[in-house]
């Protein structure tokens, strides 16, 4: 029998997870896996968070034509156009149709700005590297006008249908500790405003009592509940009326589906419809949509990667014609970067069924439910920086092997000792 044909569109997170994980679980003469994607190189999307602050850009792009090539898997430099399920092909804007026999949409998610009136002019937003480092020049302006005695105004915003505001919350805690360290602090007030009903909502009442610590502590003034309604020049409107102003806005806006699939279930925001467990997409089971693409309501890189396992392992099981070990087990490990210390979390997730509160810590898993914060916890946060790259370098899964399992249990002995 010839090799089964995965086609992954997309060189993020999920797909190379994705793609690597078969090419390690399977050999040429079962799998042939092609990625499509419109860029050569993979970026690690979670340390350009120290873009604005000085950190340099070109360690977090990992060229793939090495490490695709070492594990024999094409890549297709291209965009795609759409597909046909019936066909069971993949249109791209150069070259011939791709025929799969399994294909894996994970082509990610975008912003919508335009959705917020007055958002995309006003305000700085944090998706690309372009616009970390643009925030960058915006900081180091801040300090110029601070030394001078000018005090500033800094406003940091989540509106609805922001999918993953947890940078947002990074950036916060390390634009307090970088200006405290340039002795500027008290020439700058911080505001944090989010349309959630408690900070970093997602991850339940323990990061919110969490941010609330750090935000009395750090003389932050944060709000929930605040529904952007507008932005204005140097000022914003909320659907209670409220009006605050602003030197500098910093916004990561609302998500959506970065490629739409005529034909293909899907929610009001383009992503897909998708089974729990095995992350298929609904009446297609030979189409699955791990990360960004999907419709798990929260979109992190560690979520991710758990996706990509459950999809890895579905196709390789019905490869071999065997049955899979797991499906995708939503539980999130983070580590929220404040420049003088950091936090942990661990959360176990449910869905919920609400949709203004989509997920929630899962009540079957209490234990495993774990938030700790101190200045160790950075070395977590370095050594991840470190680990992915390298692993995606070498066209290794991140979320496998002897590397991860010795990472993965440091992690949770960590949790035991120092979280609660």
């Known amino acids: 029998m010839s090799p089964t044909r995965v086609v992954v569109l997309g060189s993020g997170f999920a797909g190379l997870e ?5 090419r390690s679980s399977l050999d040429d003469d079962q799998v042939r896996v092609t990625v499509v994607s419109d860029q050569d190189d993979f970026l690690f999307k979670p340390n350009t968070i120290y873009l604005p602050f000085g950190g340099a850009e070109g360690p977090l792009h990992i060229p793939l034509a090495k490490p695709l090539a070492r594990k024999h898997i094409t890549h297709r430099i291209d965009t795609v156009e759409g597909i046909s399920p019936d066909r069971a092909v993949v249109y791209a804007s150069r070259g011939l149709p791709i025929h799969y026999d399994r294909l894996v949409i994970a082509t990610g998610a975008a912003m919508r700005p335009e959705e917020i009136p007055g958002l995309a002019e006003h305000a700085h937003q944090i998706w690309t590297p372009g616009q970390m480092h643009r925030l960058g020049e915006a900081l180091r302006q801040l300090v110029r006008h601070a030394l001078q005695g000018r005090p500033r105004r800094v406003l940091f915003l989540v509106p609805p249908n922001n999918k993953c505001a947890g940078p947002l919350y990074e950036l916060v805690f390390m634009l307090d500790t970088w200006l405290r360290r340039r002795d500027v602090r008290h020439e700058v007030d911080i505001t944090f405003t989010t349309y959630e009903g408690s900070f970093i909502q997602a991850f339940g009442p323990r990061l919110h009592d969490v941010v ?4 009395a502590e750090r003389d932050i003034h944060g709000h929930t509940g605040a529904v952007v309604r507008k932005v204005g020049d140097g000022q914003v409107a909320y659907c209670d009326g409220t009006e605050r102003e602003f030197d500098l806005l910093v916004a990561f806006p609302p998500y959506a ?6 034909g293909l279930p899907a929610d009001d925001r383009g992503f897909l419809a998708c089974d729990p467990a095995t992350r298929a997409v609904a009446g297609h089971p030979e189409i699955f949509a791990p990360g960004d693409a999907g419709d798990f309501p929260v979109k992190q890189a560690f979520l991710a990667f758990l996706q990509a396992g459950a999809v890895a392992g579905t196709i ?3 490869i071999r014609g065997s049955t899979p070990d797991s499906g995708f087990e939503p539980t999130s490990m983070c580590v929220m970067e404040m420049f003088d210390k950091a936090t942990f979390a661990q959360v176990p997730l449910a869905l919920t069924g609400d949709a203004a509160a989509p997920v929630a810590v899962d009540p079957a898993s209490p234990d495993a439910y774990r938030v700790g914060t101190g200045k160790i916890w950075r070395l977590g946060k370095k050594s991840l920086g470190l680990y992915l790259p390298m692993r995606f370098r070498r066209g290794q899964p991140f ?17 035991r000792w120092l979280a609660s």
């Open 18 to 22: 994705t793609a690597f994980l078969l």
């Open 212 to 215: 609330t610590a750090e935000f």
């Open 257 to 262: 589906a970065a490629v739409q699939y005529e």
């Open 316 to 318: 390789a099981a019905q």
């Open 399 to 415: 979320h496998a092997g002897a590397p991860w399992r010795a990472m993965e249990l440091g992690l949770r002995a960590g949790s």
